[in-house]
């Protein structure tokens, strides 16, 4: 038997399982952490990234499992997980489709390559650190795959919980002034969370997220209003963990005062909270919701192109590499919930694809700041900006050097080689730029090329969609403008005193998460197929209700008969 058969044999054999794993994993690990204690830091350590390749794996194999080769065009695989073996809608239910695979793998990714990264030194910073970071993974990897409205409320406060503590990680008063905005607003949009979910338990009497679509779409007129209220209320809360305009005041102090390893982490949760409205969005409203379909659609693309004006403008108007990479979450959500708002499928699976590709570019840029600052400022952990420097020619200890120049007339130039470190600095700061600016060749082009061309395929002369061209197009160059003249300002403008010492425990996961993006760039047709397809499921969402709604209760074993074999 080959052995790609064998383990689509042994991925069948353990679904419907497999899905809870994401989620047992790092619950398993932290309590084993915890018993633990603080002195047994390497051993803690060691297990991080074994949970981390363990929970990837898992991951990946799920992610396998819902692309099987025999689901032809549909919207593949759907395995359902009935944790009390109660049936949908009076239990617990854990669903894993192409959405949630893939956000569960991206998060895995991300959350490996991080916990590489901080036990380098960060994880010493202070006590309980990957206790923490496993935490908030099985609450992000719960949220990704639960469909129960009110168990996604948990998760959501399991993986806040997490980040608070991780956002206060290495002290100082920068993070605790950030940690209390972080926690003051997020403690209010879980209220908000809260009073939506009990508005539509009361109207529908369900918050299983199958069955409310299936209930709003058979609501009588008088109560249509009580679920859009409730709807609203809930989107509100959504908007705010996505990082939306109004509501993302909190976001780049938040993220920037985090340490590098934490906002590399921290670039999913953003993605949370959009996952959750593009998921409740097409389940609620979708097209057979009756007088409820599309509810808010006007509403969601106006936010979005007014987060992604507002996260161009940070982004041109700020000199601060962390600042920088928080304003980029910023374009990202507006990007994206903007691209969600155009309703059209196919708008939809480049949404999908640039999802993939600026989380991990943002993740390898809040990586890569710690180790510029680093070496540029001697070990701190802000940036000098106000150090001037006139120097754009420098000799090999950093001098200025008065005899060069560029003049073609002029003696020749003599080249000088480039350290290494410093190569891998320039380089990957060259990478993220073209990614989180979305300039070709990279996978960033190519996930808003695909938006874009979706967009005016389906709805082209539609007001919104040429907004949405304009501003994707404007927040792209100012990004381009603003990395560029930081990335002078930082490599070329000012004298270094020292070359940079890069541990190969913090290289190793910047360089994995931007060839990450080389390889979403190489295998776009498929990447880009499989989003597709998960587009056109989240259109007609008949495939996701069915599988949840049916999925059957493991039947008792018969108790053996007195006198024969058990």
Known sequence: ???????????????????????????????????????????????????????????????????????????GSIGVYLPGNWQAPFGIVLVADRL????VALTGVVAFAASIYSTSRWDRAGVHFHPLLQLQLMGLNGAFLTGDLFNLFVFFEVMLAASYGLLLHGSGRLRVQAGLHYIA?????????????????????TLNMADLSVRIAELAPTDRGLVHAAAAILATAFFAKAGAWPLNFWLVPAYSAAVSPVGAVFALLT??????????WTLLFAPDAGASAAFGQSALIAIGLATLFAGAMGIVGTQRLSNLAGFSVLVSAGTLLAAIGLGEPAVWAGALYY????????????????MIERWRNAGMSVAPHEAAGNAPFLAEDLRVLDDVNLDDEAQALYGRAIPAGVAFLGLSFIGCTLLLAGLPPLSGFVGKFAMLSGAFVTSGTSTPAWIFLALLIASGFLALIALSRTGI????????????ALPALEVLPVAGLLAACVALTIWAG????????????????TA???????????????????GTAP
Do not use: C
């Open 185 to 205: 607003i997020n403690l209010a949009a879980s209220s908000l969370f809260l009073i939506g979910a009990a508005l539509l338990y009361g109207v529908t009497g």
């Open 100 to 103: 949630s695979t893939m956000m």
């Open 355 to 370: 999802l993939l590709s600026s989380t991990l570019a943002v993740s390898a840029f809040f990586l890569l700041i710690d």
């Open 526 to 541: 498929p990447v880009m197929r499989h989003a597709l397809i998960t587009a056109e499921g989240l259109r007609t969402p």
């Open 1 to 75: 038997m080959e052995p790609v058969h064998l383990l689509d044999r042994l991925l069948d054999f353990s679904m419907p399982h497999l899905v809870a794993v994401p989620i047992l994993v790092p619950l398993l690990t932290a309590a084993l952490m915890l018993l633990l204690g603080e002195n047994r830091r390497r051993a803690k350590s060691a297990l991080s990234v074994v949970s981390g390749l363990v929970g990837l794996l898992a991951a990946l194999a799920l992610l396998r499992w819902v692309n099987a080769p025999d689901t032809g065009d549909g919207p």
């Open 271 to 280: 993605k949370l909270g959009i996952y959750t409205l593009l998921r409740l």
């Open 544 to 562: 996701y209700r069915d599988a949840v709604l049916n999925a059957r209760q493991v039947p008792n074993p018969v108790p053996a008969q007195k």
């Open 489 to 500: 300002r930082h490599f070329w403008t000012q004298p270094h005193p020292t070359m940079p």
